[in-house]
Structures are given as C-alpha cells and as structure tokens.
C-alpha cells in the first residue's frame, strides 16, 4: 500500500508540474538550427523571423549554422537534444531529400512540426533574346525537338532539378537536365550552353532586374509580388505547384504546450508586415500552417518527393 500511496503522489506531482513548467517555456534561449550557410536566402529568412519571435517569447532565439549532407548534419544534431522545445530546426524538403537519397537514417517523422512558415517558387528561365517568348512556346519546341532543351538546375538531386522532372513529366516531352552549381545554372544560360535554367528566383533576381533573363513561369500556387507579370506554371496550362517550403520543427516528443507556445510566437512573427516585406524581396511569400497541418504537409510531400527521386535514379532508402 506504500508503495501504490507513493507511486500515486509521484504521478499526481507530474501532472501539476509539467503543464506549469509548459506555461512558464521559455526560461532561457532558444537555439534554431539553419541547415545552410550564412548569407544564404535559408538563413537570413531564419535570422529574421528569429529575431521577431524572440520578442514574441521573451527570450532570444539564437541562429547556429550547420551545414553539411544536404542538412543531415543539422537535423541530426537537432535530433539528439532534449525535446523539450529549446533546439528547433529551420526546416524544408530537405528533410525528405536527405533521407531518401541516404545521407541520413531520420525522416520527417522523426520531427514535428510547429508551423510552416514560408514559401519559395522555382523560377523557369531563358535568356532575354531567346526564341521563346512563353512557356507554351518552349512546350512546344521541347515536344518536337525530344532531348534538345537542356535545362540547368541546381545540383543533381536538388530540390530544382525535382522541379524540372517534374514539368517534363507534366508536359509528357523528353528534357536534358544538366546539373550546376546555383550561380554556374544561370550564367550557362546566358552563355548559351543550356536553353533554360530552373533557380529559386533570390538566386536570378540580379540578372532578372539586368534584363538578361526572362523568367517564363514560377512553380507556385500564384504569382510572385517580386515578379508580378509572370504566370504560374498553371496560368500556363501545366498542371504543376511545388514551392520550396519552410518552416520550424522540434523532435518528436515536445509537449504539446510548448509547440502551442513556439507556434504562436512564429506565426506571429511570419505574419507581420515587417516579415512580409523582407520576404517578398528575398523572393520568398508567407504561407503558413499550423502545426497539425503541417505535420499532413509534410507526410505529403515526402510521397511526392520520394516518387521523383525514385524516377531519377536517387533515391536510396
């Protein structure tokens, strides 16, 4: 009987504790973990909206870069602090890229989520005097000249050349993907060794603005303020949405108290004018889900994500 008295105490002392120690989160600084190098748009995204939902919880949230493996390096390291909300990550696909090309043992379930925060179109460009004035035309001349448009992405197996298996796939015609490096996608274009270039569009705004490049679409849902008359792919007659998302996630296991409370604080931050309008020149929108939701998100584009990288010979788990 003693022993079922104290077992009873312990339990009823947990209960009363846990939700105080959630209502009083935080009590120190919060770290966020940018999977990408400083100066990077990942990471100046991340410093901003840290320092606006450090105000929003009374404490700072300090930005560490750590690079490596496409962000395995970061996510592991997240991983393996405590889950108790004060090690969170900046999240994207990344988590599914990493994981299915086998950079890591971790995939998004081993996160959750706390809110998807914003979101990044690919741009699809071609040189200013280039032959095709739309992206109807360049369909077109994909379709009768199979393999003779070659188009420059990122990196094999990044998230641009996701992007593009995925319009050749929608329009049914036959691509030569040529990876690069971010910078090398763009000037080959305007060298005249590729005839398109698939980029985020903060990496081609300089060249956009310079008038050597004429971006034809953008792979979001809708336009992009930055660059207002550039259809979507949709607008275009190509049934196609992806957008490099990102968000804040925390190991599986964080009180829900304390993802309620970092949720709020981000939300609030994503959702300010002041955000809004950095996003908007870094070439990023706000579009945002609450942590539920986004946990679904994410479940959903590791399925489409995973089918690409399978089609294109990369994926390893």
Same mark, same amino acid.
């Given at each position: 009987?003693?022993?079922?008295?104290?077992?009873?105490?312990?339990?009823?002392?947990?209960?009363?504790?846990?939700?105080?120690?959630?209502?009083?989160?935080?009590?120190?600084?919060?770290?966020?973990?940018?999977?990408?190098?400083?100066?990077?748009?990942?990471?100046?995204?991340?410093?901003?909206?840290?320092?606006?939902?450090?105000?929003?919880?009374?404490?700072?949230?300090?930005?560490?870069?750590?690079?490596?493996?496409?962000?395995?390096?970061?996510?592991?390291?997240?991983?393996?602090?405590?889950?108790?909300?004060?090690?969170?990550?900046?999240?994207?696909?990344?988590?599914?890229?990493?994981?299915?090309?086998?950079?890591?043992?971790?995939?998004?379930?081993?996160?959750?989520?706390?809110?998807?925060?914003?979101?990044?179109?690919?741009?699809?460009?071609?040189?200013?005097?280039?032959?095709?004035?739309?992206?109807?035309?360049?369909?077109?001349?994909?379709?009768?000249?199979?393999?003779?448009?070659?188009?420059?992405?990122?990196?094999?197996?990044?998230?641009?050349?996701?992007?593009?298996?995925?319009?050749?796939?929608?329009?049914?015609?036959?691509?030569?993907?040529?990876?690069?490096?971010?910078?090398?996608?763009?000037?080959?274009?305007?060298?005249?060794?590729?005839?398109?270039?698939?980029?985020?569009?903060?990496?081609?705004?300089?060249?956009?603005?310079?008038?050597?490049?004429?971006?034809?679409?953008?792979?979001?849902?809708?336009?992009?303020?930055?660059?207002? +008359?550039?259809?979507? @792919?949709?607008? !275009?007659?190509?049934?196609?949405?992806? *957008? $490099?998302?990102?968000? #804040?996630?925390?190991? &599986?296991?964080?009180?829900?108290?304390?993802?309620?409370?970092?949720?709020?604080?981000?939300?609030?931050?994503?959702?300010?004018?002041?955000?809004?309008?950095?996003?908007?020149?870094?070439?990023?929108?706000?579009?945002?889900?609450?942590?539920? +939701?986004?946990?679904? @998100?994410?479940? !959903?584009?590791?399925?489409?994500?995973? *089918? $690409?990288?399978?089609? #294109?010979?990369?994926? &390893?788990?």
């Amino acid at each position: 009987m003693r022993v079922m008295r104290n077992l009873v105490a312990i339990a009823l002392i947990l209960l009363l504790v846990t939700p105080v120690a959630a209502a009083e989160f935080p009590t120190k600084p919060v770290e966020l973990t940018v999977l990408f190098g400083a100066g990077s748009a990942a990471d100046l995204l991340a410093r901003k909206l840290a320092d606006l939902a450090g105000k929003e919880l009374g404490q700072p949230v300090a930005v560490v870069n750590r690079t490596g493996a496409g962000g395995a390096v970061g996510y592991s390291y997240v991983k393996g602090q405590a889950a108790d909300g004060y090690a969170l990550v900046w999240n994207s696909n990344s988590i599914s890229t990493a994981f299915h090309a086998g950079n890591m043992k971790l995939d998004y379930t081993a996160f959750a989520g706390v809110a998807a925060l914003t979101s990044e179109p690919v741009s699809l460009a071609v040189k200013i005097d280039a032959p095709f004035k739309d992206l109807r035309e360049l369909i077109a001349f994909a379709k009768a000249k199979p393999g003779e448009v070659r188009i420059g992405n990122s990196g094999r197996g990044s998230f641009t050349h996701l992007v593009a298996v995925a319009f050749e796939n929608r329009i049914g015609a036959k691509l030569t993907h040529v990876p690069f490096g971010r910078e090398l996608a763009v000037t080959t274009v305007l060298g005249d060794k590729i005839e398109a270039s698939v980029q985020l569009p903060a990496e081609i705004m300089t060249q956009v603005t310079g008038k050597q490049v004429r971006v034809l679409a953008v792979s979001g849902e809708r336009r992009l303020p930055s660059l207002p +008359d550039v259809p979507t @792919f949709k607008e !275009s007659g190509v049934d196609l949405s992806m *957008s $490099l998302w990102r968000g #804040i996630a925390v190991p &599986k296991g964080t009180p829900d108290e304390v993802i309620g409370r970092l949720e709020r604080a981000f939300l609030h931050a994503a959702e300010s004018p002041d955000f809004r309008d950095f996003a908007t020149k870094m070439g990023a929108g706000v579009e945002v889900r609450r942590a539920r +939701d986004f946990d679904r @998100f994410m479940a !959903s584009d590791d399925r489409e994500i995973s *089918s $690409l990288m399978e089609q #294109i010979g990369l994926r &390893k788990q």
